[in-house]
């Protein structure tokens, strides 16, 4: 049966490596927004935007902080740009068990870019300093599936499919009791 | 707590292996700023005159500039300072880029380095963990190679500065690469000899602010001022006429200016050479302008270049842009400067065509020009027969050959190599600013007070209208009267100067880059930093009181301790003159008139040796007291005193 479709509003940094000047602007506006108290300081280490730059290879790109997780992934691939190898990991979003990217340096505690949630700026701050026009925002509304909204519900259904009810529920069970 | 600065230097002694992290003297922000300001108080404290450059005493100090790594816009210069080989006094150099700001955030103002290794090492730094490691594998390897093997090694969010083959042979122009950017005049040969290939450095922590919500605001507000005003930044680097360099400056050994040699097919030529190899052009740490032109030429590696830095080697050898582009890469690779040595090499080339150099004294050289280049450049670097005597600069060069090639040296000041420069009639400001200034490039010296006048007085209205940077009434005054070039008044001539000069010593001190301040308003008027807004912005990220009559005070102060640490080291009247042929048309009892006056101004004595009063002014004593002690001031010591009798006059027989 079809659900009634409700608005969802989609925020999309979009990045143009061929714009890119290697500032490093969007770094420090992020770092000095999180910063304890607000705008107290400047650290790019903290910043949820991370320009990786091989100026060598003229090789420009920006990442923002994705979700933490907790597990690292198994397996890894890798890319070769303009010469120059480098790994999954270098372009990964995920504050995950094994770097130090996208963490407090001091805490360890993982970060994730909130778009600047609450600051006072219609557009995310590092797009906004991003004078060269390699960072643009996008904020687009789109229609969705109520039901594909709850990511619970989906990967309850994926594991019902693939394992059967009695198993699952068995293995919930379990595993509550551990915790 | 400290704010803006980090209040540590990093003290390395390679010596003894001895590594410090040492608290600063919080007064010495207000005294000196930063950067060079505090670096020259460390050299006046620790390196006595007898020291020679390449002594394990002298000290290789990097200062990040008070507002590198903070929201200013624009600050980002590490200024290396050190006594040179070439010139045995102070030298000053800079670069861009992301090395400044990376040691605030490790935790550093300076990096102090003293002694000498025993074995090629390189220094590590990683927020609180530093180390001398060894680095053999990078013996011989360029300074972009190197950067490449330590970046593979420790992980791409270490900046690193690197010397060459030419700075691991003491080559007296080496150059310290970082990144996109370059400091040379003295320091890489120094870091040679210090057997430092590099610094890696990489840092995570917090730079405090002292007013967080005016610090965002201003930093965003510049950043947008910078990206909008068309007189900041290198114009070079999207204005493709450039007639500027190629018809006034002088070709060859600094010899032939070839006017009307700019034509629109030159033009349209070497546009198309440059953007079918022009992979991007970025900018420097917190900076949204685009100053370097990044490179790929075939079978080279990817190189960049600023402004003038296209033209030299081109113009030195005769040819056009893709010579330039074939040797940069190369060249800047083994860590050479690009300013000094085209200018050996095309020397080189007249006292052999002069026949003071012979084919004995250069053994395989090839016959076309371009091969020449080459295979000097690589004499140089190794040290190799005559590359050894070329590799101290032309100064030192033309007295070891001797057979008249001394006569062939016509285009240095203090020792060293000037921008290649000739032109007519003496220009008063110009004579004083080459004459005295102490950083050695005219480049780093000039900068505020427009270099020629505009054609009519409505131009000249508007100008002087929106001309905020101008320092006083005064500027805007002589600007609008101002007609001729050379016809410009000793008291005019001083303050111009002065004022010049004032803005790159704040810049220095500050780490902002000329670019955005100190050399940009000569043309064009309308810089985003100047005088009067500086001072505000030292106080909202530091917290310190400041004012346009304290921050001028901390120029003069700054300024009056290169001379002392110069005249401690021998300096004197008859090392200030331009090379004689860089006018034409010569006026030299004017210009000893000019000097005096100058002197004067400055509160210096007839050799130009700051007074005790201008001194206790400046609340310098310590080299007062030395000064006396030493016998280079009496006491009794006085300043020329004509300044009030001729201060009116226009140049004689102009
Ligand atoms: S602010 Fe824009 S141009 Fe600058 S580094 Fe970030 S993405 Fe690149
Ligand atoms: S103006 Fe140019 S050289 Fe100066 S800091 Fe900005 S990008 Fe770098």
């Not at chain 2, 050190?82 to 992301?98: D, I, K, V, W």
């Amino acid at each position: 049966m079809e659900g009634q479709k409700v608005k969802k509003k989609i925020k999309e940094i979009r990045f143009d490596m061929d714009k890119c000047n290697g500032c490093r602007c969007c770094e420090i506006v992020c770092s000095q927004v999180h910063a304890n108290p607000k705008y107290s300081s400047v650290n790019p280490a903290k910043s949820r935007i991370r320009v990786i730059i091989d100026e060598f290879a003229d090789n420009y790109v920006a990442i923002r902080a994705g979700q933490y997780t907790e597990a690292e992934c198994n397996a890894r691939n890798s890319f070769t740009i303009r010469g120059r190898e480098f790994g999954t990991c270098e372009f990964c979003p995920a504050a995950c068990p094994s770097r130090d990217a996208f963490k407090d340096p001091e805490s360890g505690l993982p970060f994730k870019c909130d778009a600047c949630e609450g600051e006072d700026s219609d557009i995310p701050m590092c797009v906004k300093e991003c004078h060269s026009g390699a960072l643009t925002y996008i904020e687009r509304e789109v229609e969705v599936e109520p039901h594909t909204t709850d990511e619970l519900q989906v990967s309850v259904a994926t594991l019902l499919k693939r394992h059967g009810l009695e198993k699952v529920v068995d293995t919930i069970a379990k595993v509550a009791k551990e915790l | 707590m400290r704010y803006g600065e980090t209040g540590y230097f990093l003290e390395i002694d390679l010596s003894t292996g001895n590594i410090e992290k040492v608290e600063s003297d919080p007064r010495w922000l207000e005294l000196y700023v930063g950067g060079q300001g505090s670096a020259d108080r460390i050299l006046w404290d620790r390196v006595p005159p007898e020291v020679e450059p390449f002594s394990p005493d002298n000290l290789l100090i990097f200062s990040a500039g008070l507002f590198c790594g903070t929201p200013i816009p624009g600050a980002n210069r590490t200024i290396v300072n050190t006594f040179s080989p070439q010139t045995n006094l102070h030298a000053h150099t800079m670069m861009g880029s992301y090395f400044a700001p990376e040691m605030k955030f490790a935790g550093y103002d300076k990096i102090i380095i003293k002694g000498k290794a025993d074995k090629l090492v390189y220094i590590y730094i990683c927020d609180d963990k530093v180390e001398i490691r060894d680095a053999s594998h990078l013996k011989g390897l360029g300074t972009y190679d190197t950067q490449e093997v330590l970046k593979k090694e420790l992980g791409h969010r270490f900046q690193i500065a690197a010397i060459g083959p030419a700075g691991e042979n003491r080559v007296f122009y080496a150059s310290i690469d970082h990144s996109h950017a370059s400091a040379a005049r003295g320091a890489g040969a120094v870091m040679g000899d210090k057997r430092v290939k590099a610094i890696a450095i990489k840092g995570t922590k917090d730079l405090y602010v002292a007013n967080p919500q005016k610090a965002f605001e201003l930093g965003n507000r510049l950043r947008k001022e910078i990206a909008e005003n068309p007189h900041v930044g290198d114009w070079m680097a999207v204005d493709e006429d450039d007639s500027f360099h190629h018809d006034n400056f002088a070709w060859g050994n600094a010899r032939v200016r070839r006017k009307g040699y700019w034509t629109p097919e030159i033009e349209e030529r070497f546009t198309r050479i440059k953007y079918d190899h022009l992979d991007r052009q970025t900018g420097c740490f917190n900076c949204p302008k685009r100053c370097h032109n990044v490179i790929s030429w075939p079978g080279r590696k990817r190189f960049s270049y600023k402004c003038f830095g296209k033209d030299t080697y081109h113009m030195a050898a005769f040819q056009e842009l893709d010579f330039s582009y074939d040797i940069l890469g190369v060249a800047q690779n083994l860590g050479l400067d690009s300013y000094t040595t085209p200018q050996v090499i095309a020397f080189a080339l007249e006292l052999y065509e002069a026949g003071i150099l012979t084919d004995n004294d250069l053994p395989g050289m090839p016959n076309d020009i371009k091969g020449r280049f080459f295979y000097f450049l690589d004499k140089i670097v190794k040290r190799e027969g005559i590359g050894d005597i070329l590799a101290d600069g032309v100064y030192w060069a033309a007295r070891k050959i001797g057979k008249g090639a001394e006569a062939f040296d016509h285009n240095t000041t203090k020792k060293f190599e000037q921008v290649p420069i000739k032109l007519g009639k003496l220009n008063p400001p110009y004579f004083l600013m080459i004459a005295t200034g102490e950083k050695m490039n005219i480049t780093q010296i000039e900068g505020s007070f427009p270099q020629d006048p505009l054609p009519t007085r409505e131009e000249r209205e508007e100008f002087v209208r929106g001309w905020i940077a101008a320092k006083d009434e005064r500027f805007k005054k002589w600007f609008l009267e101002w007609e001729k070039r050379e016809m410009v008044t000793i008291e005019m001539a001083c303050a111009i100067t002065e004022w010049n000069e004032a803005m790159h010593y704040i810049d220095d001190a500050t780490g902002l880059c000329g670019f955005v301040s100190s050399f940009r308003g000569q043309f064009g008027g309308r810089t985003v930093y100047h005088i009067h807004n500086i001072p505000e912005f030292i106080t909202v990220i530091t917290g310190v009181e400041f004012d346009e009559e304290k921050l001028w005070t901390v120029y003069k102060r700054n300024r009056n301790l290169v001379r002392a640490l110069n005249v401690r080291r021998g300096m004197r009247r008859e090392d200030e003159k331009p090379p004689e042929d860089h006018w034409a048309v010569r006026n030299h009892e004017y210009e000893q008139i000019l000097l005096d006056c100058y002197y004067e101004y400055q509160g210096w004595t007839k050799q130009g040796i700051p007074t005790v009063e201008t001194l206790k002014k400046l609340d310098l004593d310590f080299v007062a007291e030395d000064f006396l002690k030493r016998g280079i001031l009496t006491g009794n010591d006085e300043v020329p005193n004509v300044y009030e009798k001729y201060k009116d006059k226009y140049p004689w027989g102009i």
